[in-house]
T-cell receptor
Framework: EDQVTQSPEALRLQEGESSSLNCSYT??????LFWYRQDPGKGPEFLFT???AGEEKEKERLKATLTKKESFLHITAPKPEDSATYLC?????????????FGPGTSLSVIP | DGGITQSPKYLFRKEGQNVTLSCEQN?????MYWYRQDPGQGLRLIYY???????QKGDIAEGYSVSREKKESFPLTVTSAQKNPTAFYLC????????????FGEGSRLTVL
């Protein structure tokens, strides 16, 4: 069964304390992995797309990496405004159409 | 500015009532989607549409209906047949179908009283 899991469920960091969020997936035929940021009560905002193992993407304090079984979202020297829920999604080839499967998210809190 | 507009932001419904959530986009995107978000779960696809006058069921379509009469609009009706409708509903669009690069609206929170 195609599945996407994220860990930890919640993460609390001090401002400036770097860390990583994990997204693990078991899908048949990966056709892309996507990271989103979601603020409370808002819709998700697209951050990155990764297609193949070894690929990396960066945006400000965020860097996303991809292996054959998981992706990491590295947060370097986070600031309070980085507090949000980070969602991971994968696009997997299906029998009749490609499916986009979302993980449950990691809730990040950055304390000043 | 281009984007997706969902309304209403908050909606309360009595049991047995149908309600319709509005979704309008001015991004000129072909594909549009409706997702449901519940605490602790990933977004789940309700319906999607690749093109005007065409739409397909997603993973949890039971108790929901949609229409796509215009490229810009993709309203979702939550019917009385939906057993557990209280949730956060998200509308999204993409340039083409079957991509994970989605643009989301601000969401509509439906509460059944």
């Amino acid at each position: 069964e195609d599945q996407v899991t994220q860990s930890p469920e919640a993460l609390r960091l001090q401002e400036g304390e770097s860390s990583s969020l994990n997204c693990s997936y078991t899908v048949s035929g990966l056709r892309g992995l996507f990271w989103y940021r979601q603020d409370p009560g808002k819709g998700p905002e697209f951050l990155f797309t990764l297609y193949s193992a070894g690929e990396e993407k960066e945006k400000e304090r965020l860097k996303a990496t991809l292996t054959k079984k998981e992706s990491f979202l590295h947060i370097t020297a986070p600031k309070p405004e980085d507090s949000a829920t980070y969602l991971c999604a994968v696009r997997a080839s299906g029998t009749s159409y490609d499916k986009v499967i979302f993980g449950p998210g990691t809730s990040l809190s950055v304390i000043p | 500015d281009g984007g997706i507009t969902q309304s209403p932001k908050y909606l309360f419904r009595k049991e047995g009532q149908n309600v319709t959530l509005s979704c309008e986009q001015n991004l000129n995107h072909d594909a549009m989607y409706w997702y449901r978000q519940d605490p602790g779960q990933g977004l789940r696809l309700i319906y999607y549409s690749q093109i005007v006058n065409d739409f397909q069921k997603g993973d949890i379509a039971e108790g929901y209906s949609v229409s796509r009469e215009k490229k810009e609009s993709f309203p979702l009706t939550v019917t009385s047949a939906q057993k557990n409708p209280t949730a956060f509903y998200l509308c999204a669009s993409s340039i083409v179908a079957y991509t994970g690069e989605l643009f989301f609206g601000e969401g509509s929170r439906l509460t059944v009283l």
